[in-house]
Structure formats: C-alpha cells, structure tokens
C-alpha cells in the first residue's frame, strides 16, 4: 500500500483500442441504475488518496486529485460479441481461485454478452506455441461447471516468458479479439510485450490482465485474489506446529511460509493463529546472533524455551537473505532465493547443542498444500467479480491494463503501473505495529 | 457504503474525557514509525469520500474535505494502566468472532498497556444488574487462552436493554474506567446512553464500541467482523441444498438467510457458491404473481423446474416484508419479522399444486449454524486488529465512539454516526448488479 | 448387531444364475494369492458367531458352525465382459458416499472386467418406468470423474417403489444382464421383487444391491455406507448447539436428528462430541413427567439449566412415539412420524414457562445438512470396496443378495436376511452403557 | 489381521493384581443389562477365529475354541476409588486422539468411578524421573474440558524408555494404584517392563495399555485410534499433489506417508482419494529399473507421463529399505529408516533427465500435519469408548494388557500378544487387492 507516485502526465490512464460504439447488451441492468454511493459511474473516478494528508500535498484543486477509472459494464462496448473470439491462460504458480476466474470469464462472457467462442490456451505462455504442443480447449458454461471447486488451474500452467511476436503470431492465426492473462508480475510483462506487439502491429487485440500472486505484493489491490485463502490455510499449518511443539519437551517449530518480497502470508497467518512467538519478513532484517545488547533469534528462541518450554518461528522465505545469499534466477526470472528455513533449522539446531541444551525442531514447509486449495468463501466471490470487471473492460476495448480493488472500487490499473513497484509490509505501517503486538517480539531482532 | 451526509458542524467529531498527559507504553513502537502510506498520523485523517464526483461536489478545497480520526496507538494516553480497571460486555445475537474480540481486548490490554484488572460482565447488559445475579469474571491472559478456536461468546450474551443508570451505578461501584460494549445498534444506543449518564454525572469512564453485525448493516466499516465466516458457512448451506435439488426430481431447494434489514449475507453467499437462481433480499422488492408482463416469483420457479429440473432460491428473513407482516418487537426492540422462508415454501407448495406439477420442496433455515461457528482466518486477524484500535482509543480517553475500518483503514466512528442509518445492498450498486449477473435472475421479480 | 437366528435350512444361502465358466480377467490377481488370514477363500466362509457361548449354543461340530459367503473376486465368472449391459440405479433418502458407489461400480466395471456399457437408471425406480420420461443415462470412467466429492447421488433417487413387472420388461428391452440397487430396505424389497420376476420369467438377470440406511439400521452391515461421514457432520451441529447453549443465559439446545427406528446417529453423534446432557432413541423409552420416584425429561431439563445454566437434548426422530403418534405412511410404505423435535421443543417451554423460569431454547434439525455431504475417508474407502465387492459378485452370477461386513470381512447377505430385521440400538448393549456413561443421564427417564 | 498362533497354554490369559472383591458403583447399569448379542458376559470370550477353516483347524470342540476376555465393567471391582490414586502417560510420536484419551479416562474415573485423584505424567517416560524436572500435574473434568479439540497430548510426549525400576519408585512414592499407559510398541514394552518389576516387588499396581499406532500396526486391533483420522487428513494431501500435477505440464507427484513397517496409511488414503497411480508400501517389494520384462517404477512413471501428462506416487516411509539402508536406531530404540521419499525424488528427476524429458516433480511429506490434527468424529467415539474399557479393566485389578477391538468388540489383550508381531498389509489380502483394483498399478513393479 505504499503510494503512488505518478510518474508522467497521467500514468492512471487505460489505454482503449478505439472507439466504443455499440450498445451493450448488459444496457438495460447498467440504465436503470441511480447514481449512488455503490455505484460509480464510468466518467467518474477512485481517488487514488484516502488520507487527508496526502491529498492535500498534491497542491491541486479537489477537481484535479488523481483518480483510478472505476471497473463495471460500459454502456458502449467495442466488440461486437458475435463475432468475438476470447482466449484464456494462466500463467506461474499456482494460488487459490485460479479457477473461479476462468470459470467467471466464461460465464460472464457466454450469460451477459453472448460471446460463444471462449478458448483456453494450455500451460501458460506455452500454450501459444506450437513447439510444446499443447492443445487449445473450448471453453463452454458446461465445461467449467464445478471447476471452482477445484483447487489448481484447469487450464494448467508454466512459469517463464515466450517471445511475444511468437504469442501474437498464435492470437492472429486463430482470430482472437481478447486475450485474458490471469498470472503474476512476470507475466504481466510478459501481457505488457504482447499488446506492445499488437499495438506495433496495428491490431484490435484487447490484452486484460487479472494479477495473480498468492504472496500480495501487487499494487492497487487491497488484497489480491486467493491471498485470504491461503493465509487462513498457513495459519492452519502454525496450529500443527504450535501442537507439536507443546507436545514435546523443549519444542521448537519453524514454519517456512510463501513471501519472496512481501512477508504478507507469514504476518497475516501468524496474527490468524497468534501462537507464533517470532514473524520474519523480508522487510524487516533480523540477525541470528546478540548485537550491541541487542539479542539476537538464536538467543531469543533459546530463551523462551527456557522460559516457557517451546517456541515458534514464522519465517517468509524471502527473510534474512543477507544471511543466506540465493543463486541464479528461474525460468520466471525470478532470483532463486536461498534457502532460510534450512537454514535457520541448522543455526538453530547448532546452537542449541552448542549450549548444552536439549531441543527438538520441527521444520515445516507447507507451501505445497497452501497454493493448491480451492478458494474459500470470500475468494471465490472476489475472483467472481475481478472475472466480471476483466470482461467489462475488455468488452469496452480497454488494453493493456489489470483489473484491481483500490479501497473496495474495482479499478482499472494500467499493466505499467502495475508492474512499477511491489507492495511490501511496511516496517513502519499497520499491520506490522499489529504483528509485534500480537507477538511480542522485539522491534528489532539481533 | 451508502454516502454519509454530514448532519451537523462535524458529525465525525469523537468525544474525550480529557487530555492525554501520559506517555504510552507502546511509545517506543510508535515513534520509529516514519510516515507512510501505511501509517495514518493520529493528527491526519482518513477522508470520508472516495470518489472524484463526491468529493468534488463538497465544494470545499481539499484541506477541508471531511475525514475521520484514524485508528492506533497514540504517543500520550488518558489512563494510568496500572491504576486501571476495565470491563468488558458482549451483548445480542452471536455473530463469529466474539470470543477472537474478548482476547484480543485482554491480551492487549495486558501485554501492551499492562493493564492487569479486566473483568468480564456475562450475558450482555444483564450482567451491570444485580438481580440477575450473574457473576463478574476476572479476565486474564489464561482464561482467555484458546477461546478465539470456539465458536459463541464466554461471557455470555442477551437481548435487550437496562436502565443506563443502571449500568453506570455498576460502573462506578466496581470503579471501572473503560468499557468495552462488543454489540449490534441496540447495544451501541445503549452504549450511547451510558456514555450520556457518565457524562451527565462527570465520571472519567471511557465507553468504545466494537460493533457487530452478522448482517453486515453498520456504515463506517467496510465489512464487519465475523461476516465473511458467516457467509462463507452459508454458502455452505447452498451447497447442501442445491445437492438436494439436483438429486430428486422437481427439486426445488429455498434457504433463508440471515439479513433482516439487508441482504448483504445472501448476496454475497449466492455468489460464493452461484448455484442459485433467485436470490430475495429486503432491499429489492419482489412479486408471487406475474404482473405487468413481468414473471412472480412462483412463475419463474416453476419455469426453471419445467427447463432445468430443479431450482434454487435464497431469501433474506427481511426480504418481502410487505407479503408477510411482522408481529410487534423483540427483546432487543427489534420488530419481529413475518417468516418469509415458511411462507415462500408454502405459496410455492400451493401453485406447484394448483399447476398439477409435482415437486420436491426442501426448505432451510441454517441460521443457528451460521451464528455460532468459530471465526475464519481473516475475520480472526480482523477481530484481533479491531480489538487492538479499541484498546489505544480507550487508553487515549476517546469514548462515545466504535472502531471501525473504512476503505481499509481503521477509524474512530462517533456511535451517534454508527447508528444513523443502516448499510444496505443498494439495488443500483455494484454488488446487486454483480448478483443480478451470476444468477441471470430479472431485475424485476413480479 | 442382533444375533441372526437361522430361520430354515440355510438362510445364509446365496442365489446364483448358472454355473460359473468363463475365466476371470482378475485371475491373475487372484491366483498369486496365498492363503492368508486377509484373505478368505472363494470356498470357505465367515463366521456368523464371534462369541463363544453363542457359538457353543449351537450345539453343532465346529465344522457346521453357520457362515456367510465371503466377498471378493472368483475364479471363474457367469457373465461375458464383452457382451454385458449393466444397470444401476440410486433410491430412496440421499446419504453420503452414494456417489462414491456409483463410480467405483463403473471403474471396476470398466477398468477390471472390461464391461463397456453402464447405464445410469435416473431417479430410483422412477428411472424404469417410461411414463416418468426420465433418460437413461452412459456411465463412463469419464462421466463419474469426480463425483466422490460431491454429496447427493449424479443418478437423482426418489422414494417408493414401482410395478416389478415393469422394471423386469425395462431390462429385457435395454437387455441388462447385471442391476446394481443403491437403497435403503423398502428399495431391497423392490429388489427382492424384481430378483422374483426375473426368475419366474427364466431371465439371466443378476440383482445385487448395495445396502443404503443413513440410520445404520441394516443387519449383517458392520456400519453402513455415509453413517461415519453422517454422525459426525451430526455431531457439528450438536456442537453449534452446545455453544448457543452455553452463550445465551438459561440456554437448552434441542436437536432432533436421525433415525426413524434405531438411534445410532443419535448416540455416535452424541459421543463424538459428548457434551449433550440427555440423549433419546427410539429402543429406549422415556417418559416427561416424573414418575414413580424418577424424575421425568422435563425436570431434569429444569434442573439441569438451574444447576449448570444450560442444558442439551439430542433426540432421535423415532424417539418418543408413544408420546407423539404419527400419521400414515410415505412414498417409500415408511410410516410418517409424529415430529417429537417440535412436540419436545413446546413441552419443554411449557414447562419452564408454568415454573416461571426463564429459558432460551434452540431447536435444530440439521438433517439436510447431514444427508448431503460428501463421503469421508473412511467412507470413501468403504464404499469403494463395496462396490468392487458387488461387481465382483454380480460378474459370478450371484443374485438376490446384497454386499455387507460383517465383523470387518466383506461378506454376501441374501436380500432376505438383509430386510428380515433392523439394527438398533440394544438397551442393554455396550454402545447405550457408553452412552451412559458419557452423558450421565440415569438409565430411566421418567 | 494375520491370525495369531497361540504360542503357550494360553496366551490370551489376562493378568489380575488379586480377586475383585468390591461392589462396583456400576452394578447398577450392569445388572439390568439382558443377555445379548451386543453385550458379552464378563464369563464370555470373544472368539479369535471368524473364519470357519481357520476354527475347524484348531481341532477342538467349539467349546475350546480360543478366545479373548472381553472389555466392558465388572460387577466386582478391585481398588477402592475412594483411596486410589492414578497415573497417565502419553508416550511416542503424536497421533490424533491422544487427548481424547487422557479425557475418557479422567472423566470415566470421576463421574463413574468416583476417583479424586488422577494424575499426568509429562512428556512420556520422562515424567518418572525426577532428574527430568518435569512436573506431575492434576487432572480433573475441569482441566480435559475441550482438549479432545485439540491435536496433540496435553501431557506432552517423549520418544524412549527410562529405567523401570526408576518408574516403580515413582509410583510407589506417589501411592499410584493404576497407571495408564498410552503408546507405541515401544512404549508396551515399557509398560510391560514396569508390570513386571510391580510383579516383582509384590505390589499392587496395576499397568495398563491403550496402543497408540498412527501406523495402524498393532495386532488385536481393528484399526488403531487416530488411524482413520490420519488417513483421511492423508488423502487429503494426495489431493494437493494431484491438483499441482494436473496444474503443471509433465507434473509429477510423490508424497510420502508415514508405515514404517506396514503401508496401511499409503493404502487407505490411497483408496480414499483415488487418483494416485501407484502405491508403495514395505510390504510389497518394488524396483526401479524394467526386470525381466517388467516395467520398472522409473519407466512406469515416465511412460504415466507420456500417456497422460502426469503422474502420482505414495510411498510408505518404510517401502523400498533394500534400496536405501537406513542408518542406526532412534531414541525410542526404532530402527531410522532410509529416506525412500527423497531417493525417489531423485531417481526419478534423474531419470528424467536421462531420457531428455521434462518433468515437474512435487515432493511432499506431510507427516507433520497428519499427526497433529484433532480426532475426527469416529476416531473421538473410538477412543472414548477404548478410555472406558481401559478404566473398567483397571479398576478390576487386571494389568500388564491394553484394551483392542478385534472383530468390532472391546476386548482385554495380555501386552505380551499385542508386542509379539506386526500388523501389516498383507500382499495377498483383499486391503492390497483394493489398492491394486483402485489404482490398476501391475501386480509387481520391477
């Protein structure tokens, strides 16, 4: 949630691939709509501040605060749905409500709009090329029935690029119109190369991404979509560790959660199931050994072995990787992080033999059972309404643009906004004065 | 989320019993914090509006645009903590989360503040009177261990009112100097009015809010806690019933929801699990018979059987209240409402007959479950942070006012503001329009 | 778990087709087997008796001691893979793990035998009879892919029964060599009269079924399919109950739940969340009102709620009848209770009413939940090892019979015995002495 | 389920401290209890036998067939409750239901019995010996209040044994008459070591077993308490596995599930959630590389991959020990397995590799939250009615046995039988058979 810096003229605005002339068929639901506090109309605007303080720096008139454009059904759209051709892929790893998207894509585009050729490109950015031999699949209503129950992506999924005038060459070649891109940062750019592409090529080729990151990190979302799931789902692994390490004598677990930026999971799961004694993120540096009085983890969680018999530690795996320095980048491009759970389980497990000290560590890795369950309540009606605002947009000709939640308004982001920064847990914000609340640790570790 | 109207001077005012003279203990948290987007100042404010159009229609330049106090610890506080002696109350229906609510008040009154006199007063504002001789509990860090896993409320909870006088002969008798009221709009007009005898008497007792609503109908807070764990378990209840409906033939499920005066529960359940076909809610009024060319409720049921073999309908218990007149006021003073579910089944029962169509009718009300299940993941952490902005209001002096959180911020809401008028799903708003799309049902029913 | 008296010659006998000759394709699975304790052969039985004395009653040389046909596959099979039209149907009340039945008769179907053509008979035996319109459906490994983790039956089911002369002339013209019946007692009689006109017109039509009773009621059945899954979803909704109970002043929770004539799910229930205070069934009679010295239900509610603030009541729906007369019978030929949950539930408030006692009563009857959920683990295994048990039976030419376990072994049950008798609860057995025990509840109310 | 030789005169001869001479406070619910199927005489046996060649081999009259004493209250006990004192000890790995245990028995102790005085041992053996410094603790209805909802031992638990001669003094200097023992093989021996230095010194102890066995491993018990919990909680990580391989092109799954001798956990979750293509338990011996003529796990997994686009394996920790040796033996005395789950990972991304193919492989080991959840609903009755058997044969004067249920009745075992041998899956039964109909896996894998 830090804020925006505009850094051009306007860089809130969404670029269109023209003019949008036809009526929607969602025309009557959208007129007999009341301007209403619920309802914000398509020449209005989100504010992009909400603290007084800020606006106020911004040293303009009322009328001139930046704003976002509101998501929603427009009352002209530039596709004509008859002869539109829509293409779906996700793409990097896997978060929960994968498949409420798809499934919302289709239903809003073949129910609402009348759009009846919806297709799925398989396995990611792979899926538009030839060489890995994916199938493309026909998306219906019928062929997406219950899938939302269903944790993973029907549609499965790879991470790493493919060259976006390969990607552009496919979207030609089978005539589609819209391309929906549900997929992370990465992949993001990767939508951001493809409507250069299309824009280069002077095509009418609408590229609408929905943000995918199981970890938060992305800008102008509150929340990104399957993230309530999957901490709610790391705070149950907490509780199992918590028991384990009150069932043995001098227990200490350790729970490695997802965060490779942003220690979101890890500070949300741990103030769901608050028995963690020590969160580590990877905006807030800690150190293993005693500093300048200042006692370090290892001396901590000894400490409150002795004291109360077992300890808990929450780590992201993004934390501390200025002590265990990573190694080369993945096929996402994504630096391969080293490996804080391991160790920390060693350091720990060191340094209570070097005092002498019995313990019995458990370390957990969850991340597997987190990314793959179906979305919970909340997340599935969330991944609902992104799908809806995504279809919107993209009906109405935006391009190059994501869908979000900026203060509780579906917004439209411009995919190079998107991109600009990541959210992190701010040491100075909220949330994290919440964590260290609930917790008790020291403000600062080592 | 209707727009506030700002009814006087300045409605957003919160009322103190003084000036905050002592340093907070939590003051060395607060002072590393630098400013930020995720660190509201206590001098700054969180605007009200949200919106270009709104804002701009205040006619004010933006240093004047109205804002409420934020939520969080404060550098200097009212209280001396180891002087003082809190009490706190959970009053009405149960909603998920009370208990998550009644630990965090402690153990942040005790970890953080070092308050060590709290003390619980059981079964709701019959708790202050003697002669229902309940017990006041002592509330601590160990009693209080655990109880955010179970579902209800340990200290108890009723309905209705005491003579605020009542309630402040207590207060003073115990020498009680927070209170903590965890309750719906009646129990916040009763707070109101003991924070009115306090002051006609000139005590130095602090009365702060936390509001609950399993309906989701109190305005300053973007969802109030324990509703999304609410509408995910109904959601639930879809589920099992439109498994019912789909195994027999003719089968029709009808579940009534929770929703008195807004139909936020069933919206939102019916777009978790959008297996309904017609969602009813009192916010939307709606017809049996065909009308005007228009399909009645009965019709359209009957049509979806006749095509599809089964059908789904939700109601809210507040929905169609013209139908079915209500017969006087509860405990609470809350007027009882007609039981539309019973009548719903029964008018559909009757035209299935009248039809000679055969049915299979199963009718549902899950309310008992949805109140007492235990709180989820995220209405966990948010109880847990609601209950921590209560604590440093109260420890400030603030009083007459509930926490809440708007656009994701946590805000100090005057009680008076809280209860002057309800949230409700506005019929033009994003959210209707969001369920009017994934169920298909007419704007118009009847 | 009432001891079976052999009623003639051989009750125990199993009805079969013909000679079974063709070779199995499960041969080379069976013939690597040795003989094992996990393992009886096709040639040997399991016993009837587990209990010495009971065994020794008999007064017959061990060797003549009565067994039941043990399940499993055979060597030597009646029908020809290749040429077999199969049926199945679902019937009666919905019950967890019928879906789990159906598709593990199509995969071993399928997948063992290499059978090809499985029809899905829709909606019980509604499915048979033309006039009803409803299709036959294909059952394919494809068209059951995921349905265990759905609750209710893909098939549809509906209650009672139809002309068995009509079924048997649907068979002949579709040409069904194996039916498979899903259902409760009233379907197994409607088995038992289809098995009857098969044989009188000299078809080859096996008739096997596998045993459906929620209520665990069924002879010779270890526990029956769902019920594990059933009392405990039960025992949730007693929990939901126990926390209203205990959060509301004078709070008693009421719950009816299942079991027209025995009270297993009652009891479990009650046991595996054992914090109701009185449990009834429909084996033990109880009476309201005190007499004779023993205080009768409406006085121990009373002093229950007086001694300890609240109190909990789990009855099952055939529980009381002398009390609360029913009235004809249903669909199914089942008599229609007298609603004891209603009955009790105003008894109860009369009677703290003509005390002058306040009381909060919530009166829950969760059934539809319970039905509807999908199968557990356990009942995920069971069902799928009943359905290989009854594909393997069938394929052998056995007919007339349902699968079932009987001291842990899969066994086959003729129809006959099946339906000869109900399950209950025996009031002197061990499972009422736990619930005894666990409760508290003297062993005569009223 | 292997059938047990008696190895002596008799085998099954349980052990009594001396002649029950007391009334029970019992007597009453037992004396109304009639002679039943569903209640066996404490004069009666459980027969050993339920098939009827392995009976008639035994060659003897029905009368002499061999039986085990079965569980339930006597009408004569032999300590007084007014003056015993007890002592429980949970010992071993976690395993679901342990504290539904410790509460069975303290609560059956209290309200049936009338003991006052009952006391935990902590963290295992550990708590015998005072150099350990691990406090005994009370235990009352008031302190197990809600731990069966908690996974875990509220006692604490260790891995090992202590001097049996330190264990008598402890319970001599605390006047313990019963002592409960629940745990592992390991820990049987223990107690059995305990019973005999009782024996030894002419005490009056009695030393009984409730068996602990996540691994279901335990002869004389249908399944172990806690196993069906634990492998439902199982399946559902096979679940995760297979919605990531389905999600991700050439994925492939491997997970490991705990046995280290007998593979029942792999199995049951394996037909619980059966999507996995092949299992591997210890007792069915499997190789990696193509045999004379036989696929090997390699190959089979590549040639899964080809055909279908992914695969899934469960392995049993124990599986495959000839191809990975272990390494030493643990604190408990348990032989420390080789890490078959790793091994494979890396044999299979090797063979992979060698074969040019992509592959995706997921690597879980879920161990820790299968052990650390609470009992399910049966899994909470089970061990509940286990607790209430152990404290009726304790209070009866029998010792050195645990309480089983063979053939679904409780019965009394001498500690001695249920040590003499492994349960494991017979490779020829009808569990294995199950496996291999469910996941079509080749009779012999290499």
């Known amino acids: 949630m830090e804020h925006p810096s505009p850094v051009g003229a306007s860089p809130w605005q969404i670029s269109t691939l023209g003019a949008a002339r036809l009526d929607s068929p969602l025309a009557p639901l959208i007129e007999a709509r009341e301007r209403s506090e619920n309802y914000v109309d398509e020449s209005d605007l989100v504010l992009v501040d909400d603290v007084l303080s800020t606006a106020s720096e911004r040293g303009v008139p009322v009328e001139q605060l ?110 589609i119109g819209v391309l929906f891109v549900v997929g992370g940062d990465g992949s993001m750019r990767g939508a951001l190369g493809i409507a250069g592409v299309v824009a280069q090529r002077g095509l009418k080729i609408s590229v609408v991404g929905v943000p995918k990151t199981i970890d938060n990190d992305i800008p102008f979302i509150d929340h990104s979509f399957g993230f309530q799931t999957a901490f709610a789902r790391a705070a149950e692994t907490i509780r199992s560790v918590v028991v384990e390490a009150r069932s043995t004598p001098h227990g200490v677990g350790l729970v490695k959660l997802m965060g490779r930026h942003s220690g979101f999971i890890a500070s949300y799961a741990a103030l769901a199931r608050n028995d963690a004694d020590y969160v580590l993120v990877p905006e807030v540096p800690f150190g293993l050994e005693d500093d ?22 929450v780590v992201a795996e993004g934390a501390g990787q200025d002590l265990v320095p990573g190694d080369g980048v993945d096929a996402s491009g994504n630096a391969v992080l080293g490996d804080v759970g391991r160790y920390l389980r060693r350091r720990l497990l060191d340094s209570f033999a070097a005092a002498g000290r019995p313990v019995n560590l458990r370390y957990v890795d969850p991340s597997y059972a987190i990314r793959s369950v179906p979305a919970n309540g909340y997340d599935a009606v969330y991944c609902l309404r992104l ?40 040491p100075h914000g909220d949330l994290w004065l919440s964590v260290l609340e609930a917790t008790g640790q020291p403000t600062r570790v080592g």
Request: aromatic content about 6%.
């Open 66 to 175: 930046p704003g976002l454009e509101p998501g929603g059904p427009r009352r002209k759209i530039f596709f004509d749905p008859s002869k539109l051709r829509v293409g779906i892929v996700t793409c990097g790893g896997l978060c929960p409500g994968l498949n409420n998207v798809v499934r919302g894509l289709v239903l809003e585009l073949w129910h609402q709009y009348g759009v009846r050729r919806v297709h799925g490109f398989r396995n990611g950015y792979e899926g538009f090329v030839a060489s890995y031999g994916h199938e493309v699949v026909d998306l219906t209503p019928e062929s997406v029935r219950g899938i939302d129950e269903q944790g993973g992506t029907v549609l499965g999924t790879s991470r790493g690029q493919q060259d976006p005038e390969d990607v552009v060459d496919c979207l030609e070649r089978l005539g």
């Open 292 to 313: 300048d009085g200042r006692e370090g983890l290892l001396s901590l969680v000894q400490r409150r072995v002795a004291e109360r018999g077992n300890a808990v530690v």
């Open 387 to 426: 799908a809806h605002a995504a279809v919107h947009a993209a009906m109405a000709g935006r391009t190059a643009m994501v869908v979000g939640r900026w203060h509780g308004r579906f917004v439209h982001v411009p995919i190079e906004l998107a991109i600009s920064r990541r959210n992190v847990v701010d």
